[in-house]
């Protein structure tokens, strides 16, 4: 396995079945987990240093019009809460994100169809001009790409679009009145062409999914080449058709957080919420795999609880934005600090 792994680093890339077996081993041995993420690790150290980048996370709304089998805040969830922040609400996060220290602002949330295109150009305009030193992420979904480029102009520079799942029947089956994997590869791809920093990843052990499943996301990551990957586990919400499923593996997820650091050296890559809402260590966990990003959450502390896309979210502590000195703390416990700058996507 020694050699798989080896082979990896120096090629950045497996071909499909020796990336099965290297992840089947990954989850069997502990010794070549460990292996994959020493090399993670050191990748992510030579790029990045000790330093850890935060965003700030604003969820714009919980009204969502897919119905995603895992998600809580799926359409059909009627015990959902639902809420949408004002242009007002949204510009106070941002100034309270702004004051603690946030220079990347990430604007998050379910389709909302209410969301109109003159409707975010307007509030993006309004961070732009009052942040000119913010970088402005979107996670909002599928959008045309006339829409994409519009709030490209408005001032937004990144979009994280995760893929979800590459296999088209395990795609289909998570996103039963979805448009396909294919038309959310298209949606990456106009982010893409409308210069956006892309975003993409999947959850690790949604029901249905295997491990030559994860084999064919990590070899659209590869084609695909994006400058974010979002990589969590699995957790269950009980209010969908996936509520008594078990949450995803630690160990999988790790290994996966490896993979594609050792495959993207320069990608940013969080230690998600998800990993840190299954096991208090986490989000430290994730950054001893390769992962150089956190994003704490920024949204008003009355609507938090509503954003609830699984239970047991993390939104308080150090994942909360007032939570940062806790975060620096526990980052310090390994070794790692805050870097406090925009932390932009470069190559070298
Ligand atoms: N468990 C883990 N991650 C989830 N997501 C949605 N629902 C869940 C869940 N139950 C992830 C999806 C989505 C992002 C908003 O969160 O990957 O893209
Ligand atoms: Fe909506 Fe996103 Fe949840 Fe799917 S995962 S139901 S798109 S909020």
């Not at 150009?121 to 732009?128: A, D, F, S, V, W």
């Not at 979904?141 to 679009?161: D, H, M, Q, V």
């Not at 210069?195 to 064919?216: A, F, P, R, S």
């Not at 920024?298 to 609507?303: C, E, H, K, Q, T």
């Amino acid at each position: 396995m020694k050699k798989l792994v080896e082979r990896l680093v120096r090629d950045k890339r497996l071909d499909a079945s020796d990336m099965g077996e290297l992840l089947k081993s990954a989850t069997q041995d502990s010794n070549v987990l460990q292996l994959l993420r020493d090399y993670a690790v050191r990748t992510a150290r030579q790029q990045f240093g000790l330093g850890i980048y935060i965003r700030g996370l604003i969820e714009l709304s919980s009204f969502c019009r897919c119905n995603c089998l895992y998600c809580g805040l799926r359409r059909s969830n009627r015990t959902a809460e639902r809420y949408r922040l004002t242009q007002e609400e949204v510009l106070e996060c941002c100034k309270e994100g702004y004051r603690l220290g946030f220079r990347t602002l990430v604007l998050q949330g379910g389709e909302d169809g209410t969301h109109s295109d003159e409707w975010l150009e307007t509030l993006i305009c309004q961070m732009r001009s009052q942040y000119p030193d913010v970088a402005i992420t979107l996670s909002l979904g599928e959008r045309s790409e006339t829409s994409y480029i519009r709030l490209k102009r408005a001032g937004a520079n990144r979009y994280l679009l995760r893929h979800e799942a590459a296999n088209k029947e395990l795609y289909e089956s998570l996103h039963p009145d979805g448009r396909g994997i294919e038309h959310r590869i298209a949606c990456a791809e106009a982010l893409k062409r409308a210069d956006y920093q892309v975003g993409l990843g999947m959850m690790i052990g949604v029901k249905g999914q295997t491990i030559e499943h994860l084999v064919e996301d990590l070899a659209l990551i590869e084609r695909m080449q994006p400058q974010m990957v979002g990589i969590g586990p699995f957790l269950p919400h009980k209010a969908t058709p996936l509520g008594n499923e078990p949450a995803g593996d630690l160990n999988l997820t790790l290994a996966i957080i490896a993979i594609v650091r050792i495959m993207l050296p320069t990608a940013l890559i969080p230690s998600t919420t998800a990993l840190a809402s299954l096991t208090p260590r986490g989000r430290l966990e994730g950054i001893l795999s390769g992962a150089n990003v956190v994003m704490p959450n920024l949204s008003p502390s009355d609507v938090r609880a509503k954003y609830a896309i699984y239970e047991n979210k993390a939104s308080w502590g150090k994942e909360a934005a007032e939570g940062l000195s806790a975060l620096e703390n526990e980052l310090n416990t390994i070794g790692y600090h805050i870097d406090w700058s925009r932390g932009d996507y470069h190559i070298e």
